[in-house]
Nanobody, 125 residues
Framework: QVQLVESGGGLVQPGGSLRLSCAASGLTFSRYSMAWFRQGPGKEPEFVAAVRYSGHTYYLDSVKGRFTISRDNAKATVYLQMNSLKPEDTAVYYC???????????????????WGQGTQVTVSS
């Protein structure tokens, strides 16, 4: 049974930083593409970043240069380093995994088979 467990969320002031972690179990982690999505109050889930099993990375335009996704296959963990945070980054952040996702669907929430429970990120002064 695949499990994804996020951690690292919290309250941070604008301009601050957080690092989210997603620990995976029950899968061959190195074979999976991993992604972060977020969902603000009353909004649809939004793609934030993804890293394929190959190591290639993809980002939402508004987070490029501020957020960095990375993976540690030995620890079966994916990270999201978030710098220069803005109030509009406030959301619940979810980790997602899929073994066979195609490139054209990598930004599509419905294309991912496995999801974590989410971690709240609040950016406020």
């Amino acid at each position: 049974q695949v499990q994804l467990v996020e951690s690292g969320g919290g309250l941070v002031q604008p301009g601050g930083s957080l690092r989210l972690s997603c620990a995976a179990s029950g899968l061959t982690f190195s074979r999976y593409s991993m992604a972060w999505f977020r969902q603000g109050p009353g909004k649809e889930p939004e793609f934030v970043a993804a890293v394929r099993y190959s190591g290639h990375t993809y980002y939402l335009d508004s987070v490029k240069g501020r957020f960095t996704i990375s993976r540690d296959n030995a620890k079966a963990t994916v990270y999201l380093q978030m710098n220069s945070l803005k109030p509009e980054d406030t959301a619940v952040y979810y980790c997602a995994a899929d073994q066979s996702i195609i490139l054209s669907s990598i930004r599509t929430a419905g294309a991912y088979d496995h999801w974590g429970q989410g971690t709240q990120v609040t950016v406020s002064s």
